[in-house]
């Protein structure tokens, strides 16, 4: 699985929340970072249901893909969607 994220001025990352729930990561978290063929993030003390986290970023994307393109969302349409990456 593959997600594009946008590396803030201060070379932040923001984490999509739906990742962040599926993967048990909580604010104030420790995180490990391996160096490889590119990056890894994983939490230092959980272990992670890949097949979770494919099923709640494939209702995520199939979200955002709805209300792309529109000017504004009908009310209540977001009330369970996170966009933080998507307002930096």
Do not use: C, N, W
């Not at 490889?36 to 979200?63: F, M, Q, T, Y």
């Not at 969302?73 to 996170?82: N, Q, S, W």
């Amino acid at each position: 699985m593959t997600l594009k994220l946008r590396v803030g001025r201060k070379g932040y990352i923001i984490l999509p929340k739906a990742i962040r729930e599926v993967v048990g990561i909580d604010e104030g978290d420790e995180v490990i970072v391996e160096i490889r063929d590119g990056i890894v993030l994983k939490p230092a003390r959980r272990k992670v249901d890949a097949e979770k986290l494919r099923e709640s970023l494939r209702r995520h994307v199939e979200v955002i893909k709805r209300i792309q393109g529109r000017r504004e969302p009908k009310p209540g349409e977001l009330a369970e969607t996170y966009l933080e990456e998507e307002f930096e």
